[in-house]
């Protein structure tokens, strides 16, 4: 059983950073990309920034510029370094590891852009 385990959400003003890290533990098989999503209130889920297993990054254009997208193999992780941050990046933002036809979720993590 893959789990996903987000830390480093919290409040920053805007103009800020924050960098959020997710860790998968358990046996992932094959090649699988990773990334994260958000989800603002009455939104659906948006892609925000995905590393695949080849180390390419795709990357929201909302985002572009201003997110880094970083992951490390051997430890299973995945990191979303996030600069200048706007009030619009308000959201609850999820982990996810996809392998496959199995699509992974961590539980999400809440930032929230505000003065």
């Known amino acids: 059983q893959v789990q996903l385990v987000e830390s480093g959400g919290g409040l920053v003003q805007p103009g800020g950073s924050l960098r959020l890290s997710c860790a998968a533990s358990g046996t992932i098989f094959g090649i699988y990309d990773m990334g994260w999503y958000r989800q603002a209130p009455g939104k659906q889920r948006e892609l925000v920034a995905q590393i695949t297993g080849g180390s390419r990054r795709n990357y929201a254009d909302s985002v572009k510029g201003r997110f880094t997208i970083a992951r490390d193999n051997a430890k299973k992780t995945v990191d979303l370094q996030m600069n200048s941050l706007r009030p619009e990046d308000t959201a609850v933002y999820y982990c996810?590891?996809?392998?496959?036809?199995?699509?992974?979720w961590g539980q999400g993590t809440q930032v929230t852009v505000s003065s």
């Open positions: 996810n590891v996809v392998s496959g036809s199995r699509w992974y």
